[in-house]
Nanobody
Framework: QVQLVESGGGLVQPGGSLRLSCAAS????????MTWYRQAPGKQRELVAT???????TYVDSVKGRFTISRTSANNTMYLQMNSLKPEDTAVYYC???????????WGQGTQVTVSS
């Protein structure tokens, strides 16, 4: 199995930057897709960015050009570089990995990002 631990959230002013990390431990060789989600208060969880094992990426329109998803070559750590942050980016951010040998994805515990002046 895989365990995920997130870090890097916090309070930042509009226009600022943060980098979220998601450290994976366990059987990381089975990871074929890594995804960041977020959930703002009173809203549904939203897919933010996805990185496949082939290296292809997808982003929700609202973060294109501002956020970048990446990972280490060993799939041990996933990152979300967030630039030009806006108040509407405020949410709890979750990392998620899909495994070749598991029916259900694995979730991290979430990290709070607050964008406010």
């Amino acid at each position: 199995q895989v365990q995920l631990v997130e870090s890097g959230g916090g309070l930042v002013q509009p226009g600022g930057s943060l980098r979220l990390s998601c450290a994976a431990s366990g059987s990381t060789r089975g990871i074929y897709r890594m995804t960041w989600y977020r959930q703002a208060p009173g809203k549904q969880r939203e897919l933010v960015a996805t990185l496949s094992s082939s290296g292809s990426t997808t982003y929700v329109d609202s973060v294109k050009g501002r956020f970048t998803i990446s990972r280490t070559s060993a799939n041990n750590t996933m990152y979300l570089q967030m630039n030009s942050l806006k108040p509407e980016d405020t949410a709890v951010y979750y990392c998620n990995v899909q495994l070749t040998y598991a029916l259900f994805p694995i979730w991290g515990q979430g990290t709070q990002v607050t964008v406010s002046s």
